[in-house]
């Protein structure tokens, strides 16, 4: 075995003077800059400055619509990218209420980093880093982090630091509870894709329950009563879905229980309020026509198994979906920087923090700051991608402009501001029907459709805009076979 004795050594020697090796020494600042318990010897402690002579780093927090159009459209021989998340994929938002009821799978709506930004795979100064952001420090263009970690076996978090040229917080947003006390606890929220799964797992879980023997007939009401809180698009959508799922696939294979499952969308206003009136109706038609009750009311209280509502009415459920709209992040509401209204970052028309040098803010976190005159935008995704395309090509010029290092861009021309032009706003709502309104503001005059066009213009639209040629055939092929052969009902 003395040939492998020394092939041993060999690579042990070619390890330690490879080029990543030395250029991750080379950054390392004195051990005083580090404030961990831990050495640099025994852990990889962050990312140090970068040298004129290396590309300069762009950081990037977060792995939604705007971060990943961002990195997409990011030239990487101009910079090394740097992506922070505690996911490692895009999520393809408004497919996510299909994969609840099987007519699509989980991987579909999924679209790894790595495949949106390939530099961060393969590139020597590029990372992606399982992590939150715990911290931003501006004066000194680092970044605090926390890697994340699931379950009681796995290792404990530990802290880090990342040094930026340039930064870009697209933390996104959280759900909106109001406060209300047991929301967090008992309701699930439909924004990442272990919440579609969560969904799943209990709709069938209670399906199968309530089939067995000796459940009484009010408790078997219960556990088949599901419960959306909030009438917008993914509230709508997912009542959409779940109504087609029952009428088509449940009433089949659970017939002993086909009568008692049935769903309840409760609404404190209009529900679909930012599309036309024509459609608000026939979506209200439309739902009521497929099996689901609209409630105008203010939940006030959510119990394990009920929720009481502002006129002291209690709803029981087995299963409550929480969809209410967004707001600022524990993250975002730390950040040292002046605020827009609503309690977003502030930024100008250049989508910058005025306050601070090299960084920018993007998607549902940001918003413009009074003195700019501009309206705050809502929290959508084509927001979110137009600002990260925009955004990519600013940092373009100004990285081909020698500006790209910190503190290096103060002179260099930015071009036109960004400005949002509404494309319109769709949702499905089941039973081959959608809605399509293609105004560019509730006030406006423009094309609005309803019925079995606008569900093939939805889908048509959405299959284009899944990021990969490998997710759109995967959409495609999900479609298909549930057309054929129904919903998987399987409880994986």
């Known amino acids: 075995m003395v040939w492998f004795r020394n092939l041993a050594q060999i690579s042990a020697s070619v390890a330690r003077q490879s080029p990543l090796n030395r250029k991750v020494k080379a950054r390392l600042p004195p051990a005083s800059f580090w404030e961990f318990s831990t050495s640099v010897e025994d852990r990889y402690s962050g990312l140090g400055w970068t040298k004129a002579e290396e590309k300069p780093r762009l950081v990037v927090l977060g792995s939604g619509w705007a971060g990943c159009r961002l990195m997409k459209g990011i030239d990487t021989a101009l910079y090394d990218v740097v992506c922070v998340s505690p996911r490692n994929h895009m999520v393809f938002t408004p497919l996510l209420a299909s994969t609840c009821v099987g007519t699509l799978e989980f991987r579909s709506v999924a679209e790894p980093i790595a495949r949106i930004q390939p530099a961060i ?27 994340v970690t699931d379950g009681a076996d796995t290792l404990e978090p530990w802290n880090f630091k990342i040094s930026y040229d340039k930064l870009v917080i697209a933390a996104g947003s959280q759900p909106l509870t109001f406060g209300i006390k047991g929301v967090q606890e008992h309701a699930v929220f439909l924004r990442e894709v272990y919440h579609a799964q969560e969904i799943r797992r209990r709709l069938l879980l209670n399906l199968m329950l309530s089939d067995v023997p000796g459940v009484t007939e009010e408790e078997k009401r219960r556990l088949l009563h599901c419960v959306v809180v909030g009438g917008g698009p993914t509230g709508v959508e997912f009542s959409g879905e779940l109504s087609d799922f029952i009428v088509r696939d ?75 709209g ?102 499905t709502i089941g039973r081959f029907k959608a809605l399509v309104d293609l105004r560019q503001s509730k006030e406006a005059k423009g094309l609005s459709l309803a019925g079995f066009t606008s569900w093939f213009i939805w889908r048509s639209a959405y299959l284009t805009r899944v990021l990969s040629w490998r997710n759109r055939f995967y959409v495609a092929v999900n479609w298909t076979t549930t057309f054929v052969f129904g919903r998987d009902i399987s409880r994986i």
Not at 137 to 142: G, K, L, W
């Open 250 to 324: 449940v009433h089949q294979r659970y017939a002993h229980v086909k009568d008692y499952i049935h769903v309840t969308l409760i609404e404190a206003n209009e529900i679909l309020s930012s599309f036309d009136d024509r459609l608000r109706k026939y979506a209200v038609k439309q739902l009521v026509k497929s099996g689901v009750r609209l409630v105008r009311g203010v939940v006030k209280d959510v119990q394990p198994e009920k929720i009481i509502l502002n006129d002291g009415s209690d709803v029981p459920y087995g299963l409550l979906v929480w969809s209410t």
């Open 326 to 427: 967004v707001g600022p992040s524990p993250l975002v509401n730390s950040l040292p920087f002046p605020k827009s209204p609503g309690g977003r970052i502030g930024i100008d028309e250049w989508l910058r923090i005025p306050s601070v040098q090299d960084v920018y803010s993007i998607g549902d976190c940001s918003g413009f700051l009074e003195s700019t005159g501009r309206p705050t935008l809502p929290a959508l995704a084509q927001v979110a991608e137009r600002q990260g395309k925009y955004l990519a090509s600013q940092l373009n010029r100004i990285g081909k402009a020698g500006g790209g290092h910190a503190n290096a861009a103060k002179d260099i021309d930015l071009g036109e501001p960004f400005v949002y032009k509404h494309l319109g706003s769709m949702a």
């Open 121 to 147: 795979s393969r590139e020597p100064g590029s990372y992606f880093f399982l992590a939150n952001c715990t911290g931003v420090d501006p004066n000194n263009h680092e970044v605090h982090c926390q890697t």
